[in-house]
């Protein structure tokens, strides 16, 4: 079975700080993703990585980056963590090979910044 | 702009009742269409998938889907709830021609089971 692990399932953070989300996957997928879901809104895209070192803008970008050092891995980074960035993280993979392949979530991370 | 509707965000069913969660999405020549599910403090799961073979998806659990054109829908069914049914449900959209990352996520549809 595809595992995408999030290392932080809770985090609270004061504004200011720097926030990093980690993100691991065990099926050797090329194309990862860093999604935020707030009630209402569904699920929105704010990175897309299809290769290591390789990243695209996704919906929302403003106020965060991300880092594809390794394949298996997949960092989403909150320079200076807002009020606003309070959220519930997703991240997911996907093999690149399959056009139509399924996404394969980790069970989220959900940030508090007060 | 492509989009994808979900109709209802809250649906309330008895157990052993059947369970319709609708989906609408705008035209596009052979999408791909997605039903996921998410229970409580958990990641999204794939229910099904539509990818233009046929046109009545069987998925996990239970569930079906029924892409009809005409209509522009894809609506998730079950015969009859069950209790584990209980979590919210994204309908997916993924239009060909589009960047092959880029999907387009519903708002979402609470499904509570009461016994």
């Known amino acids: 079975d595809v595992k995408v692990t999030q290392s932080s399932r809770y985090l609270v953070k004061r504004t200011g700080e720097k926030v990093f989300l980690e993100c691991v996957q065990d099926m050797d997928h090329e194309n990862m993703f860093w999604y935020r879901q707030d009630p209402g809104l569904g699920l929105r895209l704010i990175y897309f990585?299809?290769?290591?070192?390789?990243?695209e803008k996704g919906d929302i970008p403003e106020g965060y980056s991300v880092s594809r050092e390794k394949k298996e891995r997949f960092s989403l980074i909150l320079e200076s963590a807002s009020t606003n960035q309070t959220s519930m993280y997703l991240c997911?993979?996907?093999?690149?090979?399959?056009?139509?392949?399924?996404?394969?979530f980790g069970e989220g991370s959900r940030l508090t910044v007060l | 702009a492509q989009s994808v509707t979900q109709l209802d965000s809250h649906v309330s069913v008895s157990e052993g009742t059947p369970v319709l969660l609708r989906c609408n999405y705008s035209s596009s020549y052979s999408p791909s269409l997605f039903w996921y599910v998410q229970h409580p403090n958990k990641g999204l799961q794939l229910l099904l998938k539509y990818t233009s073979a046929a046109t009545l998806v069987k998925g996990i659990n239970g569930f079906e889907a029924e892409f009809k054109k005409s209509e522009t829908s894809f609506h998730l069914t079950k015969p009859s709830a069950h209790m584990s049914d209980a979590a919210e449900y994204f309908c997916?959209?993924?239009?060909?021609?589009?960047?092959?990352?880029?999907?387009?996520f519903g708002k979402g549809t609470l499904l509570t089971v009461n016994p």
């Open positions: 997916v959209v993924r239009y060909s021609g589009g960047s092959n990352y880029k999907l387009t």
């Open positions: 990585s299809y290769d290591v070192k390789m990243k």
């Open positions: 997911a993979s996907r093999s690149g090979a399959v056009n139509t392949g399924e996404l394969f």
